[in-house]
Structure formats: structure tokens, C-alpha cells
């Protein structure tokens, strides 16, 4: 797959304002952006370090990917994204090699990236998300 960089880590937190406050003073900069990616059921918040972000992911509804992590688990790392290029190719070459995908075909994420999530059962218990920037 030769992934360029770990694009982001996705962080569950319960109160994104409390966590915002939390990530600017251990990394000294400032949250760059909040997005709600309504059909993920999330508000997100971003961090840059180099070229990779921490993503802190609050959810919106209690039924959705975080809310159920939350309810499950608590707060903690959520997923780990990778930069890919050639998004729809790597996925078909993951799922011939009989991964479990989530996604089959890339769809809109936060930042207008085009992502994919991998299903955890697959991954070693870790989601995983790959990206790719639009051309
Ligand atoms: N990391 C590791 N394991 C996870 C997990 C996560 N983030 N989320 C769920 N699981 C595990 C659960 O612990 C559970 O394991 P057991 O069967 O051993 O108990 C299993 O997956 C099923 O969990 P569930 O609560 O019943 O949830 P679902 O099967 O309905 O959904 C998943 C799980 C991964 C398919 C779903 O969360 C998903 O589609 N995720 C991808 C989308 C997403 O996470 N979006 C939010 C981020 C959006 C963004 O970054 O923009």
C-alpha cells in the first residue's frame, strides 16, 4: 500500500471543548478547524504536528460510530489514518486479498479527503482509515 505518512489519529472524547483546551496547551498551537460531518455523526476538531493531525472526534448522536465507542469503551484513540494514493485501487486489492472493508468505495470525509475505514476485526482491533486528497 506504501502509505506517505500517518495523516491523522482519531481521538473519541466526550466534551470536545474540554479536549480543544487540553491539545493547545500540550502541543502549544491552536485548533486550525472545526467540521461536523453530519453523516459520520461527528464534530471534529484539528491539530496539526508536521505533516500529520490529531482529529478529535465528539459525536453528535448517541447511535453513531463514536457514540457507540464511547458507550463501549470510553474515551481513547479511535483510528489511525494513512495518506494513500490510488484510494479505489488499493481497495480492491485489499478486498481480493479478503480484508474486511467498510467502505467499498471511497466517500467524502472531513477536510473534503476522500477516505475508506477498514474494519477493525481485520486490522488487528485497530480502524483503520485511509485517505487520499482529491486531485
Ligand atoms: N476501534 C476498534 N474496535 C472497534 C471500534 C474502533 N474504533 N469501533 C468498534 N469496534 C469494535 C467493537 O468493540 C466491537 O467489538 P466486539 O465485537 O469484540 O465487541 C465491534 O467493533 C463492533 O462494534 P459495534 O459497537 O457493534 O459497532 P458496529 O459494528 O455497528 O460498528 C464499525 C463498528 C467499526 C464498523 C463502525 O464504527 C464504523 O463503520 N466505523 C467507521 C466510520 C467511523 O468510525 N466514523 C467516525 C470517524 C469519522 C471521521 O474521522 O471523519
Redesign the pocket.
Known sequence: MNPSHIE?I?I?VKDLDVAISYYEKLLGSKCYAVEE?AD???K?AFFKIGQTKI?L?ASTDPE???G??LE??GEGV??I?FAVEGLQEQLTLLAEEGMQL??KTPRK??EGLN?A?L???STF???T?LCEHPE
Open positions: 491523522h482519531g473519541a460531518v459520520q455523526k461527528v471534529t482529529e472526534l453513531g460510530p463514536v457507540k465507542f463501549k469503551k479511535h483510528h489514518a467498510i467502505d470525509g472531513a477516505i475505514f474494519h477493525p476485526k482491533g485497530v480502524l482509515e
